[in-house]
């Protein structure tokens, strides 16, 4: 299947070919469509892959530009260690080439003194020396010294350029360094939105369907709901219309008229023992009030010592 769809494709590039050739057609002008052909396909595939696979190859991306950076830490690192151990050997030159200094320029007036007075033997530093053997060792101190002079001042040179180069590489590292973290931090806070967006936008999709399926279902509970109610209404009418048509022994209850009577009978014999309560009660109070009169009279004689008629007063 594979080698046929690959065989079709060859077969349409060639006669897409022959056809700007027999066209008259710049073959420049052929490959620039076979090129927007092939974007425009790339592009379909891009759009139809999923958003996870385009997250792999992002995090696939980060993982292999933070491991360049560690490698180039790594030769900024051997280059810093470079650079200390140049300077070291720069500073172990500079002390052997001063100390020589030294040694020669003492040497110098030994020397002087010895060609002058026509001397053989030449004591220097405690040690005898023939005039030969001294000369000799004066010009291996000399070879030495220019040997080094050179040696301290292409080592500075290259001292002075490895510093101006580790300084930018730690310059460009920083500012990769800092990039890297910022596209990681953007990747992470876009994954967070677009996650966030995706389930705003399925709530909104639920909003909408319930917005659009709420008429439809408020209408069709609210027939329901109506002809429940019509049909309560029926049954009530029902049963009230078979109650007044009934026959008067079958009623469950008597008349309004007969119900009437029957009450103020009984609020009758209510009113009756209510009243027959009240004459007693009235009649003990009659008789309490008479006592009181009799015994506050009583009370006046037994001070006065005094029997008032009784006769004449009460009446």
């Known amino acids: 299947m594979l080698k046929k769809a690959v065989t079709y494709a060859g077969a349409g590039i060639v006669g897409l070919g022959v056809l700007f050739f027999v066209a008259n057609r710049p073959i420049s002008e052929f490959f620039g469509y076979l090129r927007a052909g092939a974007s425009t396909t790339v592009k379909s595939l891009e759009n ?7 997250d792999e190859k992002a995090q696939a991306e980060l993982t292999a530009a933070r491991r360049q950076l560690v490698d180039r830490q790594v030769q900024l690192n051997l280059s810093q260690n470079q650079l200390k151990g140049l300077q070291n050997e720069i500073g172990a030159l500079t002390e052997s080439i001063g100390r020589r200094k030294q040694v020669l320029g003492s040497a110098y007036p030994v020397l002087q003194k010895a060609l002058d007075d026509g001397q053989n033997q030449v004591t220097f530093i405690s040690t005898q020396f023939s005039l030969n053997d001294f000369q000799h060792e004066i010009d291996d101190l000399l070879a030495m010294q220019d040997r080094d002079e050179n040696a301290l001042r292409i080592k500075q040179q290259g001292y002075e350029r490895l510093a101006g180069s580790v300084a930018d590489g730690e310059a460009a590292l920083s500012e990769m360094k800092s990039r890297l ?35 439809s279902t408020t209408a069709n509970v609210g027939t329901s709901v109506k002809r429940l109610s019509e049909q309560v209404e029926e049954l009530e009418a029902r049963n009230e219309a078979r109650r007044d048509v009934a026959a008067v022994d079958q009623r469950a209850s008597k008349g309004k008229l007969t119900q009437s009577f029957n009450r103020l009978e009984a609020l009758k014999k209510y009113a009756a023992d209510a009243e027959a309560a009240n004459v007693p009660a009235a009649n003990d109070q009659a008789a309490a009030k008479a006592e009181t009169k009799v015994t506050a009279k009583e009370v006046v004689i037994r001070i006065h010592g005094e029997q008032e008629k009784p006769a004449a007063d009460e009446e």
Request: glycine share 0%; hydrophobic share 40%.
């Open 48 to 54: 139809d892959i999923p958003d996870v696979i385009h």
């Open 181 to 215: 973290l910022e596209i990681e931090q953007e990747f992470a806070v876009l994954k967070t939105r677009r996650d966030q967006a995706r389930m705003e936008s399925e709530t909104l999709d639920l909003v909408a369907s319930a917005t659009a399926d709420r008429s």
